[in-house]
């Protein structure tokens, strides 16, 4: 099984990205012989500007580019628009091999004296001070910025800077250190000139036209001395801090076909994908990690094997009650072990919404396996796990309402709305907080009002009603059968140790999945807040994989332990044992945020906490309705096995 599923991985990582629904465009040149639906005008997209140092983004018309208000903005999905991106027509367009130097886009004119004109300026120079970086589209590819870095490599970033900014004492900010000539103190040096390289792929013998495997670009800044006819000369643009009267900046572009023979369109990601830091962290040492947890997982289920096999022989081979009496452990509670839980109803709600995610989590990596919600596919994922989390309110309500139903609850009604509407109200509520701080910001991640309606639709309309469905039979069903009766009046639980103890055990519990997680973790966090790329689905899944076998061993262990120390109040435990990984997912966000990331501001710093907290929650629900479900498993197969008379 594991050989299978890490061949299944391996096969994802090579084979993965143009599976389903992505299909190749062919261009060819104006005026020729066409080939039947092949395009001969190139167009380009961009998309909404961000930084490493907010959290955030703008439109792209935020910052007064050059804009193309003639054509209608193309479609966005729900997952796209939870994201923030906004891709709108440029007025950069081109013809299929047709090089052009130095064309003029438009000229952009402020007045320092005017208000309107004086904020559209502060406000590109706070983009150049906060390093925001476009993202231009070409054929659903990215177009790259490719410089060297250390030790000969070559870095393909999908994004440029819009500018740069060079101190009163002369020290050159982020891309200003690539050129010598912004020497200038206390100015804004503007990118307003681009150079874009279309890289192609000739495909003759099919007589399909040509396919883009290929867009780079490389900013630079140019004085322009001459406004009717640009030429790309003199020294670079830049703007004084304190500048005032008028201020121009003319926005120029040069193109440039290059046919690539080794570069298909299938593979055509690759040269982004292979730049990207994921892979400077060397594959092996991720297996290596995925190995050392498998050995523990190996050894905490060889160790829990071995010692019930021999309890349970002993306990099968005592013949009278005075045997019974002498012996002590998990069978003296025996009439206890499942005795309503404190709070069971929470805990039924808990449950409920841990299992939605559970299954939510599982299909949408399993399509991100196979393809379906690669990068070229942009807002497939959010998109998936939103109509997935939508769709099984049905399993939601069941779990809640069969577990309430075996812990003696009969508030039904109560039950089945706060499990439609506890957890994911909280969720909710967080995000509407951060949304109302969006749209204070004028970001572009602030949700539009009729996309919030049409949650506020999904949630009550469809998710709302499966889970009373769900719930309905849930209650309808007969309720769990116990192998053990639970006695009337509780046992007293004798003094524990440290060890033993809630808290203690709890801690350690979230230790070993949290292990096998961080290296993972680390990638995420810098695709959600470094604006990277996240594309290794395959080691995500065995990585969840492992999270499920380790969360449940981990806690099935304790449970163990603490079943023999004569403490039966398993249930929050088991629940809280392997939620606990929760918290130190927080504890490394946090860590995250002030060692790694360089936010300024007090808007950008609530955001990042307050989506970090809807995160954990998320993350909680799902790691401790394993756990429960693991340590349910345990207790009801240990009590099964062993005669209890």
Same mark, same amino acid.
């Given at each position: 099984?594991l050989?299978w599923l890490l061949?299944?991985?391996l096969?994802?990582? @090579?084979?993965?990205?143009?599976?389903?629904?992505?299909?190749?465009?062919?261009?060819?040149?104006?005026?020729?012989?066409? +080939?039947?639906?092949?395009k001969?005008?190139?167009?380009?997209?961009?998309n909404?500007? /961000?930084?490493?140092?907010?959290v955030?983004?703008?439109?792209?018309? $935020?910052?007064?580019?050059?804009?193309?208000?003639?054509m #209608?903005r193309?479609?966005?999905?729900?997952?796209?628009?939870?994201?923030?991106?906004?891709?709108?027509?440029?007025?950069?367009?081109?013809?299929?091999? #047709?090089?052009?130097?130095?064309?003029a886009?438009?000229?952009?004119?402020?007045?320092?004296?005017?208000p309107?004109?004086?904020?559209?300026?502060?406000?590109?120079? #706070?983009?150049?001070l906060?390093?925001y970086?476009?993202?231009?589209?070409?054929?659903n590819?990215?177009?790259?910025?490719?410089?060297?870095?250390? /030790?000969?490599q070559?870095?393909?970033?999908?994004?440029?800077?819009?500018?740069?900014?060079?101190?009163?004492?002369?020290?050159?900010?982020?891309?200003?250190?690539?050129n010598?000539?912004?020497?200038?103190k206390d100015?804004?040096y503007?990118?307003?000139?681009?150079?874009?390289?279309?890289?192609?792929?000739?495909?003759?013998?099919?007589?399909?036209?040509?396919?883009?495997?290929?867009?780079?670009?490389?900013?630079k800044?140019?004085?322009?001395?001459?406004?009717?006819?640009?030429?790309?000369?003199? %020294?670079?643009k830049?703007?004084?801090?304190?500048?005032?009267?008028?201020?121009?900046i003319?926005?120029?572009?040069?193109?440039?076909?290059v046919?690539?023979?080794?570069?298909?369109? =299938?593979?055509?990601?690759?040269?982004?994908?292979?730049?990207?830091?994921?892979?400077?962290i060397q594959?092996?040492?991720?297996?290596?990690?995925?190995?050392? +947890?498998?050995?523990?997982s190996?050894?905490?289920?060889?160790?829990?094997?071995r010692?019930?096999? #021999?309890?349970?022989?002993?306990y099968?081979?005592?013949?009278?009650v005075?045997?019974?009496?002498e012996?002590?452990g998990?069978?003296?509670?025996?009439? /206890?072990?499942?005795?309503?839980?404190?709070?069971?109803m929470?805990?039924?709600?808990?449950?409920?919404?841990?299992?939605?995610?559970?299954i939510m989590?599982?299909?949408?990596? *399993?399509?991100?396996?196979?393809?379906?919600l690669?990068p $070229?596919n942009?807002? $497939?994922?959010?998109?998936? =796990?939103?109509?997935?989390?939508?769709?099984?309110?049905?399993?939601?309500g069941?779990?809640?309402?069969?577990?309430?139903?075996?812990?003696?609850?009969?508030?039904?009604?109560?039950?089945?709305?706060?499990?439609?509407?506890?957890?994911?109200?909280?969720?909710?509520?967080?995000?509407? +907080?951060m949304?109302?701080?969006l !749209?204070?910001?004028?970001?572009? =991640?602030?949700?539009?009002?009729?996309?919030?309606?049409a949650?506020?639709a999904l949630?009550?309309?469809?998710?709302?009603?499966?889970?009373f469905?769900?719930?309905?039979?849930?209650?309808?069903?007969?309720?769990?059968?116990?192998?053990v009766?639970?006695?009337?009046?509780?046992?007293?639980?004798?003094?524990?140790?440290?060890?033993?103890?809630?808290f203690?055990?709890?801690?350690?519990?979230?230790?070993?999945?949290?292990?096998?997680? *961080?290296?993972?973790?680390?990638?995420i966090l810098?695709s959600? !807040?470094?604006?990277?790329?996240?594309?290794?689905?395959?080691?995500?899944?065995?990585?969840?994989?492992?999270l499920?076998?380790?969360?449940?061993?981990?806690?099935?262990l304790?449970?163990?332990?603490?079943?023999?120390?004569?403490?039966?109040h398993?249930q929050w435990?088991?629940?809280?044992?392997?939620?606990?990984?929760?918290?130190?997912?927080?504890?490394?966000a946090?860590?995250y945020?002030?060692?790694?990331?360089?936010?300024? %501001?007090?808007?950008?710093?609530i955001?990042?906490?307050?989506?970090?907290?809807?995160?954990?929650?998320?993350?909680?629900?799902?790691?401790?309705?394993?756990?429960? *479900?693991?340590?349910?498993w345990?207790?009801?197969?240990i009590?099964?096995? +062993?005669? @209890?008379?």
């Amino acid at each position: 099984m594991l050989l299978w599923l890490l061949g299944a991985t391996l096969l994802a990582q @090579v084979a993965g990205f143009y599976l389903p629904g992505l299909a190749p465009v062919s261009f060819c040149e104006p005026g020729k012989d066409q +080939v039947p639906d092949c395009k001969s005008t190139i167009e380009l997209f961009v998309n909404r500007l /961000d930084s490493v140092e907010s959290v955030l983004p703008y439109e792209y018309t $935020a910052f007064d580019f050059c804009s193309e208000k003639k054509m #209608k903005r193309p479609s966005e999905n729900l997952g796209q628009v939870l994201f923030g991106e906004r891709i709108e027509p440029s007025p950069y367009k081109f013809d299929f091999k #047709k090089n052009a130097e130095c064309q003029a886009v438009c000229m952009k004119t402020y007045n320092t004296n005017n208000p309107s004109d004086k904020a559209k300026l502060d406000f590109l120079k #706070k983009g150049m001070l906060l390093n925001y970086q476009h993202h231009w589209i070409v054929d659903n590819m990215p177009v790259t910025w490719c410089y060297d870095v250390e /030790d000969g490599q070559k870095f393909c970033n999908p994004g440029f800077p819009i500018g740069c900014y060079v101190t009163e004492g002369g020290r050159p900010k982020d891309a200003c250190v690539v050129n010598s000539n912004f020497n200038e103190k206390d100015a804004f040096y503007i990118f307003n000139h681009v150079d874009i390289t279309i890289h192609y792929h000739v495909v003759e013998h099919e007589q399909l036209g040509a396919r883009l495997v290929a867009a780079k670009i490389e900013p630079k800044s140019y004085e322009n001395p001459s406004d009717d006819s640009p030429d790309c000369s003199g %020294g670079p643009k830049f703007l004084k801090n304190k500048h005032t009267g008028v201020f121009k900046i003319p926005y120029t572009y040069s193109v440039n076909f290059v046919e690539d023979k080794n570069i298909r369109w =299938a593979s055509r990601w690759d040269y982004i994908l292979e730049s990207m830091p994921h892979t400077n962290i060397q594959w092996f040492s991720i297996m290596n990690s995925l190995v050392i +947890v498998l050995f523990l997982s190996g050894m905490v289920a060889m160790i829990m094997l071995r010692t019930l096999h #021999k309890d349970i022989a002993r306990y099968n081979q005592m013949d009278s009650v005075e045997d019974a009496q002498e012996e002590f452990g998990w069978k003296l509670v025996h009439g /206890d072990v499942f005795r309503p839980p404190r709070k069971g109803m929470l805990l039924s709600v808990f449950l409920g919404s841990g299992t939605q995610i559970f299954i939510m989590t599982f299909v949408t990596l *399993f399509f991100a396996c196979l393809g379906f919600l690669s990068p $070229a596919n942009r807002g $497939a994922l959010m998109t998936c =796990a939103v109509v997935l989390w939508v769709l099984l309110g049905t399993p939601a309500g069941y779990v809640a309402a069969r577990l309430y139903k075996s812990f003696g609850g009969e508030k039904w009604k109560t039950n089945v709305l706060l499990t439609a509407f506890l957890c994911p109200g909280v969720v909710f509520a967080d995000f509407f +907080v951060m949304n109302l701080i969006l !749209w204070g910001e004028g970001s572009s =991640a602030a949700m539009p009002f009729g996309t919030l309606v049409a949650i506020l639709a999904l949630w009550f309309c469809i998710s709302v009603p499966l889970t009373f469905i769900g719930a309905y039979f849930g209650f309808k069903k007969v309720g769990i059968e116990h192998p053990v009766r639970t006695n009337q009046i509780p046992r007293q639980i004798p003094d524990q140790s440290f060890y033993t103890k809630p808290f203690p055990g709890i801690v350690m519990g979230g230790i070993l999945p949290f292990g096998c997680i *961080f290296i993972q973790l680390f990638f995420i966090l810098n695709s959600i !807040w470094s604006h990277q790329m996240y594309y290794m689905f395959g080691f995500l899944f065995l990585v969840f994989i492992i999270l499920v076998i380790t969360c449940s061993e981990a806690t099935i262990l304790l449970c163990y332990f603490h079943l023999c120390a004569e403490d039966y109040h398993w249930q929050w435990r088991s629940f809280l044992t392997s939620g606990f990984t929760a918290v130190y997912f927080l504890v490394y966000a946090i860590h995250y945020f002030f060692s790694k990331l360089q936010i300024t %501001g007090l808007a950008s710093t609530i955001l990042y906490f307050g989506y970090t907290m809807i995160m954990a929650l998320i993350f909680f629900l799902f790691t401790g309705t394993i756990g429960f *479900f693991a340590c349910f498993w345990f207790v009801t197969k240990i009590y099964s096995v +062993v005669k @209890v008379d």
